[in-house]
């Protein structure tokens, strides 16, 4: 069936160290996996997504990588600050616009 | 900017009644989506649409049924409302392209059955 597995459940990174999330899914066919933040009390925000065609993309101090053959992918923090503590999602798209999310990390930024 | 609003930011409710939530959009997207978000669990899709009268069950739809008239709404309705049903929806959504688009969000709705 449809799965996205997402580990850990909880991060605790010093301030300025790097975090890394990774994901699971199950379905070979898909194609867009994109990650998305939740800060506490507000929408979940894409804050960056990565297409099958390629096997990294980088945006500032986010990376994600995707692995197609093992069918995982993850996604990088580097140079950690406080307001990038909040539960982080991954999802992977099955079949047409559906996706699956993970069920989240909460990254916890330690000053 | 996507903006996608859902009518209510707090609802409480009897168990029993039938209860409507409602999002619109105002990005013209073809794809609309219900999700319920509870601790642990992730987002869980209830139901999307991809067209005007369109829908499809996604993975918990027992207990919901939905209506898009129009375009830019999507009404998420539980016909009678129990209290396994408290929990917090969100609405989203999406352009239609072959090319797979993000899925925006809505503010919530964190709904209560007493």
């Known amino acids: 069936g449809e799965n996205v597995e997402q580990h850990p459940s909880t991060l605790s990174v010093q301030e300025g160290d790097s975090a890394v999330i990774k994901c699971t899914y199950s379905d070979s066919a898909s194609n867009y996996f994109p990650w998305y933040k939740q800060e506490l009390g507000k929408r979940p925000q894409l804050i960056i997504d990565i297409r099958s065609n390629v096997g990294e993309k980088k945006d500032q101090r986010i990376a994600v990588t995707l692995n197609k053959t093992a069918k995982h992918f993850s996604l990088h923090i580097t140079e950690t600050q406080p307001e990038d503590s909040a539960v982080y999602f991954c999802?992977?798209?099955?079949?047409?616009?559906?996706?699956?999310f993970g069920t989240g990390t909460r990254l916890t930024i330690i000053p | 900017d996507v903006k996608v609003t859902q009518s209510s930011r707090y609802l409480v409710k009897r168990t029993g009644e039938k209860v409507f939530l409602e999002c619109v959009q105002d990005m013209d997207h073809e794809n609309m989506f219900w999700y319920r978000q509870d601790p642990g669990l992730g987002l869980r899709l209830i139901y999307f649409s991809y067209d005007v009268k369109m829908k499809e069950k996604g993975d918990i739809p027992e207990g919901y049924s939905v209506s898009r008239e129009k375009k830019e709404r999507f009404s998420l309705i539980l016909e009678s409302a129990s209290t396994n049903q408290t929990s917090m929806y969100l609405c989203a959504s999406s352009r239609g392209t072959v090319w797979r688009e993000p899925q925006h969000f809505g503010d919530g709705t964190r709904l209560s059955i007493l």
């Open positions: 999802a992977a798209n099955f079949g047409n616009e559906k996706l699956t």
